[in-house]
């Protein structure tokens, strides 16, 4: 690809800590959502329902719709989207969590970059 190609794509990442504060709620809306998933085979759905019920992070993986982030963002096209998400230690009084003044707008501390698997 030529500069100028590539210099169109832009990787945008983003990194949320969540509070689970009804886990039967969340995962009633994961197993609904897997549930009304008509192209997930029937093997698949069984082990999807199975690793809802036991993980919140995977729960969560199956109701975050990275297409939805976007909303109507005029001008954009998602081309690849990958995510994942997975139990967080927190501590909202260690530093690591405050608002970072550096320029790249990130809050907290950055760590180690890597590519976020696919759910």
Do not use: C, N
């Not at 983003?14 to 809306?29: K, M, S, Y």
């Not at 897997?34 to 192209?39: L, N, R």
């Not at 995977?58 to 994942?84: C, D, I, K, N, T």
């Not at 139990?87 to 003044?101: F, G, R, T």
């Amino acid at each position: 690809m030529s500069p100028t190609e590539t210099s169109r794509y832009v990787r945008l990442r983003v990194d949320l800590v969540l509070e689970v504060t009804d886990r039967g709620e969340l995962t009633d809306a994961a197993l609904q959502r897997i549930a009304d998933d008509e192209f997930m085979p029937d093997e698949e759905r069984t082990h999807a329902r199975a690793a809802v019920r036991d993980d919140e992070a995977e729960a969560l993986a199956y109701l975050v719709e990275p297409f939805q982030l976007l909303g109507e963002v005029p001008g954009v096209e998602l081309v690849q989207a990958s995510w994942s998400s997975e139990q967080s230690a927190y501590d909202p009084d260690v530093e690591a969590w405050d608002l970072d003044d550096g320029e790249d707008g990130e809050y907290g501390e950055d760590e180690e970059d890597g590519e976020y698997g696919e759910r």
